[in-house]
């Protein structure tokens, strides 16, 4: 007896059988497995816990040990500051400030004066300080949240670097949580309107951008009425 012959629809039908258990076998047995890719610059602890826990980690046990204390100890007189870098920008900061690279100068700054102004209508709230008088007269503005913009309170004390950490993100939320425990130290938990039309002390950072026309923008880390 010869060999049956298959005809087209036969063949069709053991070809389609035949590539369906191969597609059940795949869908039991895959070869290889789809994970999505981390996103660019999360790794380690980041990539586990989350940058903010990381970042109140390393803030810490610096912040009242070093970080407030440096600032108070080493914080240049407005006055005396802010003439000498309206004077000649690169040799103020090369005097009193630090930098990255060629980024602008961070510096450290305290002063005195009168509280003009408080902006509370803004997320990136304001309290605006007449400092000094005559040529020496600069209007300051202190960040008072719930917004902190910059990174000057970071980067002006010299204690916190990007070499110590992994990736940008880290290094970004240390300036984030140091802003916000700046905020919630000088103002104590007070209602900022509160120092309306009172004069005042401060300490705090900033950074200072040459081809900014607007008021420097201080992030403090203490405030405190004057009698």
Not at 166 to 185: C, H, P, W
Request: aromatic share 8%.
């Amino acid at each position: 007896m010869g060999r049956p012959v298959l005809t087209t629809r036969t063949r069709f039908a053991v070809s389609a059988l035949a590539a369906c258990a191969i597609i059940v076998f795949l869908c039991l047995r895959p070869p290889f497995v789809i994970k999505p890719l981390q996103p660019a610059g999360i790794s380690g602890a980041a990539a586990v816990g989350g940058t903010a826990n990381d970042a109140n980690s390393f803030v810490d046990p610096i912040w009242k040990s070093q970080v407030i204390p440096t600032i108070l100890a080493k914080a240049v007189d407005a006055v005396v500051l802010l003439a000498e870098i309206r004077a000649n920008p690169e040799a103020a900061g090369q005097k009193y400030g630090r930098r990255e690279a060629s980024n602008p100068f961070n510096y450290m700054i305290k002063g005195s004066g009168k509280v003009t102004q408080v902006n509370t209508e803004s997320r990136a709230g304001t309290m605006t300080v007449e400092v000094g008088n005559g040529s020496n007269h600069e209007t300051i503005n202190l960040q008072i949240g719930p917004v902190v913009i910059g990174t000057a309170l970071r980067d002006a004390t010299g204690l916190v670097s990007f070499n110590q950490f992994t990736n940008q993100i880290d290094y970004a939320g240390v300036s984030k949580e140091m802003n916000l425990r700046a905020i919630k130290d000088a103002l104590a938990g007070g209602d900022p309107g509160g120092f309306a039309g009172k004069t005042i002390q401060f300490f705090g950072a900033f950074t200072f951008d040459p081809k900014s026309t607007s008021p420097i923008r201080v992030t403090p880390v203490k405030l405190a009425t004057e009698n």
